[in-house]
Nanobody
C-alpha cells in the first residue's frame, strides 16, 4: 500500500487549503491526522468506505473530509484556518484487515 499526500503549504489565518491523498489497495477507511511541534499526533478527520465521517471537535465546522472511491483518494478541505492548525498532516489508510498505513506528512503552516 502506498499513500501520496499533497497540498500543504503556507497560508494566512482565515484562509483555505486543501489536502489530498491518493492510496492504493483495498480500503476500509481513510483519514487525516496531524502533529504539531512538541505534541502528540492527533486525529483530524476520518471517512469510511460507506461515507461515514468523524471529526475532531477542534475542526468541526471548518474542515470537510471527502473521498473519491474510484480514485481511492481522500481530500481535506480546510477553511477558516487558525495558527493552531499549524502541523504536519498525515494521511492514513486502514485496510479491511484492520492494518493501518501511513503516508509521509505534509506541512501546513498558518501565519497570524
Amino acid at each position: 500500500v502506498q499513500l501520496q499526500a499533497s497540498g500543504g503549504g503556507l497560508v494566512q489565518a482565515g484562509g483555505p487549503l486543501r489536502l489530498s491523498c491518493a492510496g492504493s489497495g483495498s480500503t476500509f477507511s481513510m483519514g487525516w491526522y496531524r502533529q504539531a511541534p512538541g505534541k502528540q499526533r492527533e486525529l483530524v478527520a476520518t471517512i469510511s468506505s460507506g461515507g461515514t465521517t468523524n471529526y475532531a471537535d477542534s475542526v468541526k465546522g471548518r474542515f470537510t473530509i471527502s473521498r473519491d472511491t474510484l480514485k481511492n483518494t481522500v481530500y481535506l478541505q480546510m477553511n477558516s484556518l487558525k495558527p493552531e492548525d499549524t502541523a504536519v498532516y498525515y494521511c492514513k489508510l486502514r485496510d479491511w484487515g484492520g492494518v493501518d498505513y501511513w503516508g509521509k506528512g505534509t506541512l501546513v503552516t498558518v501565519s497570524s
